[in-house]
């Protein structure tokens, strides 16, 4: 299973420049290293060639108390060679801006904290919908106005903010984030079934999948580097004592709290190795026979009922006589038909044209004839044999055959349900024992995830 990150961040006044100069590594974050690619997209004509003058004239604009920019940072599949990766983050814009949104990504290629590579994509975009009238920067970000739209801002986006607001401990996730979530999701597996790997992504959380492991929470990038800073201390020879602290009276929070989770999830699958085999032997079980049950529908009494109409001598025996008519008789005289147009319309000037039509314009005429009189006979044939249905379908023998399958068929539908809710319920049962002491893990698990969509800066 491959790693799943997807987190939106918020940009107040102020940060959307210095935000776009960290993830394009220019200005004064020039000299950082890992950014493989960046690209812009829906900019208005004055920031068309200079992306980071719509981001600074964003800082500048916009109210004191509004949204300059949002972001989504997410991960990419490491199984991936960076043209897909690329092609994916290219995905991932055009689903969440269109054409109405101005936006610059930008993708890193870092170290991750098992000593491999972490390529992730940071998307970057306003909430401005742009309306196709021109603007000048002072007036893109000023408020709306719905009378004389020319006079006033563009309109926000209002589908990223959360569905309910205000004091609450925890913001819920909007609609939008968590639909891209998803899409996200089915985008990544398609490239990876497509590039011929085994690896996938799930866009859900532990407890939705029935994993009761704590969610590792996100370090970041400083605490990492204190923590390497931390590693390379040396050892005085004098007093026989690692070194002082590089940055002394700095608490390393972050790296402490994932350190806590990992001895934590440690501890959880300890516990489950040692009943593992036999119940994880017991949900394959059900698991496999509930995937040979055959899915029997809902039985229909009028469907029952006119299939056995279907089923009788002289319904099939109109039956093929109409697709006779179809695919034989119709089919030849219609090929006939395109060899003697194909005559018909041969000529290299105007004179050998003439004679070729005047030559088959009567056998083309009689082929149209009886071309049309086939169709005519399969059309009366249809109607008869819908009228035959019809009149069998009132038949008492008819109505009694049916009322005795659709009994028996309602009772194979109801046991195929009651097989299928048992092998159900028996696998919630499993991986309820797979929960490894479900009542003493979930007060730490719900302690420490985080809503979709949060900050993820952990306090």
């Not at 299973?1 to 918020?10: A, K, P, V, W, Y």
């Not at 890193?108 to 940071?122: E, I, M, Q, Y």
């Not at 590089?246 to 989770?261: A, D, I, L």
């Amino acid at each position: 299973m491959s790693e799943f990150h997807l987190s939106l961040n918020i940009g107040a006044k102020g940060k959307a420049g210095p935000h776009f100069h960290y993830i394009s590594a220019s200005e004064k974050y020039a000299k950082k290293h890992g950014v493989v690619h960046i690209e812009s997209g829906n900019m208005p004509i004055w920031a068309t060639a200079e992306p980071a003058l719509f981001w600074e004239a964003s800082d500048k604009f916009e109210r004191a108390n509004g949204t300059t920019y949002r972001e989504l940072e997410v991960a990419l599949p490491r199984e991936l060679p960076f043209s897909i990766q690329l092609d994916l983050a290219r995905q991932l814009a055009e689903e969440v801006c269109d054409t109405r949104h101005a936006y610059s990504f930008a993708i890193h290629h870092t170290k991750a904290s098992d000593g491999g590579l972490n390529p992730h994509v940071h998307l970057q975009f306003s909430e401005r919908i742009q309306d196709g009238i021109e603007r000048d920067a002072a007036t893109f970000f000023k408020r709306a106005n719905k009378a004389a739209p020319e006079k006033g801002g563009c309109v926000k986006d209002r589908s990223w903010q959360a569905s309910k607001r205000g004091k609450q401990k925890h913001a819920e996730s909007s609609t939008r984030l968590l639909e891209i979530r998803e899409q996200w999701a089915d985008m990544c597996n398609q490239a990876l079934s497509s590039h011929g790997s085994d690896a996938r992504v799930d866009h859900r959380s532990n407890v939705a999948r029935g994993i009761y492991l704590l969610p590792q929470p996100k370090v970041g990038a400083k605490s990492w580097h204190l923590q390497r800073r931390t590693e390379k201390r040396e050892l005085d020879p004098v007093t026989n004592k690692m070194g002082p602290m590089p940055f002394t009276g700095v608490k390393n929070e972050r790296f402490k709290h994932w350190e806590e989770v990992i001895s934590c999830n440690k501890a959880i699958i300890a516990e489950q190795s040692n009943h593992a085999p036999e119940i994880q032997r017991r949900l394959a079980d059900a698991e496999r026979e509930l995937a040979a049950l055959v899915p029997i529908n809902r039985p229909d009494r009028q469907e029952i009922l006119r299939n056995i109409a279907e089923g009788q001598q002289s319904a099939r025996r109109l039956a093929q006589e109409i697709w006779k008519l179809e695919h034989v008789t119709r089919r030849s005289i219609y090929n006939s038909m395109m060899r003697v147009k194909q005559k018909y319309d041969a000529g290299g000037n105007w004179l050998v044209r003439a004679f070729n039509q005047f030559r088959h314009r009567s056998t083309l005429n009689q082929l149209k004839k009886k071309h049309d009189a086939v169709l005519f006979a399969k059309s009366s044939k249809i109607k008869k044999r819908e009228r035959f249905i019809e009149r069998l379908c009132l038949h008492p023998y008819a109505i009694k055959e049916a009322s005795e399958m659709y009994t028996k068929q309602a009772v194979q539908h109801s046991n195929y349900l009651a097989s299928k809710r048992d092998l159900e319920l028996e696998i919630e049962s499993i991986k309820a024992s797979l929960s490894c002491q479900k009542s003493t893990s979930q007060p730490l698990v719900y302690h420490c995830i985080r809503p979709i969509g949060s900050n993820s800066v952990i306090n």
